[in-house]
């Protein structure tokens, strides 16, 4: 089945730039999807289809998509920011229609 | 406004079974695809049903093939995540969320999820 390799951790400084990678096989290839998770509440969709934002979320939040590895950017990094990441893609081939990466914990330090 | 009202979590012993139910408002609900996602306590987040806007499609992880049954009532508008023969490691916070668009497209609105626990 296909897997997404996130890092466990990230973290940066308020004000600069968060970088969250997301590994696959030729991910470059599948529409890639991220998800932020405050403690305590459920997924909100950051970016959609490698760099697409959704109405309401700030323009801070972008993201890239080539080769092996998807990148979801956080520009001027503010605490508020500090959560889970989640990527996701479509793989009809595996064994889970939908897969997400393990997730990625951004402290803001 | 989207409104995604899941219920039906429990403690329940190994090998019974529960129904989930998944209450949405405030969109075309039989236009949408809707997803059961799950997150184990302090893990990621595991798909687990995807259920096509009319009901003709559905779709599991392996994990929970042939245990779980996905429906809606379009009518009601809302979705249901049947389990059965559940085992300790279906312990997890389930979530309901609505596709975007097109079936495979992302997960826009998510509800706030209800709690299964699988004990003994």
């Known amino acids: 089945s296909y897997v997404l390799t996130q890092p466990p951790s990230v973290s940066v400084a308020p004000g600069k730039t968060a970088r969250i990678t997301c590994g696959g096989d030729n991910i470059g290839t599948k529409d890639v999807h991220w998800y932020q998770q405050k403690p305590g509440q459920a997924p909100v969709l950051v970016v959609y289809?490698?760099?697409n934002r959704p109405s309401g979320i700030p323009e801070r939040f972008s993201g890239s998509n080539h080769g092996n590895t998807a990148t979801l950017t956080i520009t001027r990094v503010e605490a508020g920011d500090e959560a889970d990441y989640y990527c996701?893609?479509?793989?009809?081939?595996?064994?889970?229609?939908?897969?997400f990466g393990g997730g990625a914990k951004l402290t803001v330090l | 406004d989207v409104q995604l009202l899941e219920s039906g979590g429990a403690l329940v012993q190994p090998g019974g079974s529960l129904r989930l139910s998944c209450a949405a408002s405030g969109f075309s609900f039989s236009n949408y695809a809707m997803n059961w996602v799950r997150q184990a306590p302090g893990k990621g987040l595991e798909w687990v049903s995807t259920i096509s806007g009319n009901g003709g499609n559905t779709f599991y992880a392996d994990s929970v093939k042939g245990r779980f049954t996905v429906s809606r009532d379009n009518s009601r508008t809302t979705v249901y995540l049947q389990m059965n023969n559940l085992g300790v490691e279906d312990t997890a916070l389930y979530y309901c969320?609505?596709?975007?668009?097109?079936?495979?497209?992302?997960?826009?609105?998510w509800g706030q999820g209800t709690l299964v626990t699988v004990s003994s």
């Open positions: 289809d490698d760099g």
């Open positions: 969320s609505k596709v975007r668009t097109l079936l495979k497209g992302p997960f826009d609105n």
């Open positions: 996701q893609v479509w793989d009809i081939s595996g064994d889970h229609l939908w897969v």
